[in-house]
C-alpha cells in the first residue's frame, strides 16, 4: 500500500530552526509537496520537489532524496504565526496525490 | 475576489437528512477536487473532476454524488447522512496538466451530524 509518515507533533522555540521530516512509500513518484495549515483553515501550498536536493524559499526550505523515500521541511527563524499543522504529500505514478496526517507544530515564547 | 470559495461554511443537520455543499473557483483551473478531513486530520481525497469529467473516485459510500455543472463549479451532494460522516469537508482546485499543479483549498465546509 502507500503510506507518507511524519511526526504527529513537534515542539521549538520562537527564534529557532526545526525540521519536519516525512518518509514515503509510493507505486511512483511524480513530486513531493509540503503544504501548511492553521487550525480551523484550509491547507496552504509551501513548496514542492521533484529532483533531489534543497528548495529554499526565504525562511522555509524543503529537500528531497528520492532514492531513500525521505523529504524534510526545515523552518528558520520560527515566529509564533508559524504554529500549524505541516502536511507533507506526494504524488504518484497515476499523478494523484497522497497525504500524509500532517505534523503539528507548536512554537513556544 | 475569493479563488475557491464553498458554502456553507458551517453545516448541522440530523441523520437521514440529505444536504450539498457547494463549490466555485474563479482561478479558471481545469481540476476540481473534493477532500474529506476527519477528527485526525487526515486529508482524504473523495473525487477528482478535470474539465466536468470525473477522473477520480476513491472508495466512497454512493450516498455521495459529485455533480460538475461546468468546471468552475463542483458540488457535492450527500444522501441519508450518517454520524460517521462529520468531518470538514474541502474543495480544491488545481491548473490540470502542469507539472506542479499547486492545489488551492477552500475554506471548508464543517459538517455535523447529529
Known amino acids: 500500500g502507500q503510506n507518507i509518515d511524519q511526526p504527529t507533533e513537534m515542539t521549538a522555540t520562537e527564534g529557532a530552526i526545526v525540521q519536519i521530516n516525512c518518509t514515503y512509500q509510493?507505486?511512483?513518484?511524480?513530486?513531493l509537496f509540503w503544504y501548511q495549515q492553521h487550525a480551523g483553515e484550509a491547507p496552504t501550498f509551501l513548496s514542492y520537489?521533484?529532483l533531489d536536493g534543497l528548495e529554499e524559499k526565504g525562511r522555509f526550505s524543503s529537500f528531497l532524496s528520492r532514492s531513500k523515500g525521505y523529504s524534510y521541511l526545515l523552518l528558520k527563524e520560527l515566529q509564533m504565526k508559524d504554529s500549524a499543522s505541516y502536511l507533507c504529500?506526494?504524488?504518484?505514478?497515476?499523478?494523484?496525490?497522497?497525504w500524509g496526517a500532517g505534523t503539528k507544530l507548536i512554537i513556544k515564547p | 475576489d475569493t479563488a475557491v470559495s464553498q458554502t456553507p461554511k458551517y453545516l448541522v443537520t440530523q441523520m437521514g437528512n440529505d444536504k450539498s455543499i457547494k463549490c466555485e473557483q474563479n482561478?479558471?483551473?481545469?481540476?476540481m477536487y473534493w477532500y474529506k478531513q476527519d477528527s485526525k486530520k487526515f486529508l482524504k481525497i473523495m473525487f477528482s473532476?478535470?474539465?466536468?469529467?470525473?477522473?477520480i473516485n476513491e472508495t466512497v459510500p454512493n450516498r455521495f454524488s459529485p455533480k460538475s455543472p461546468d468546471k468552475a463549479h463542483l458540488n457535492l451532494h450527500i444522501n441519508s447522512l450518517e454520524l460517521g460522516d462529520s468531518a470538514v469537508y474541502f474543495c480544491?482546485?488545481?491548473?490540470?496538466?502542469?507539472?506542479?499543479?499547486?492545489?488551492?483549498f477552500g475554506p471548508g465546509t464543517r459538517l455535523l451530524v447529529l
Open positions: 473532476y478535470n474539465n466536468k469529467e470525473l477522473i
Open positions: 480544491a482546485s488545481s491548473p490540470g496538466g502542469g507539472e506542479v499543479e499547486t492545489q488551492y
Open positions: 482561478l479558471g483551473h481545469d481540476t
Open positions: 504529500a506526494v504524488r504518484d505514478s497515476n499523478y494523484q496525490l497522497i
Open positions: 509510493t507505486s511512483g513518484f511524480n513530486g
Open positions: 520537489n521533484v
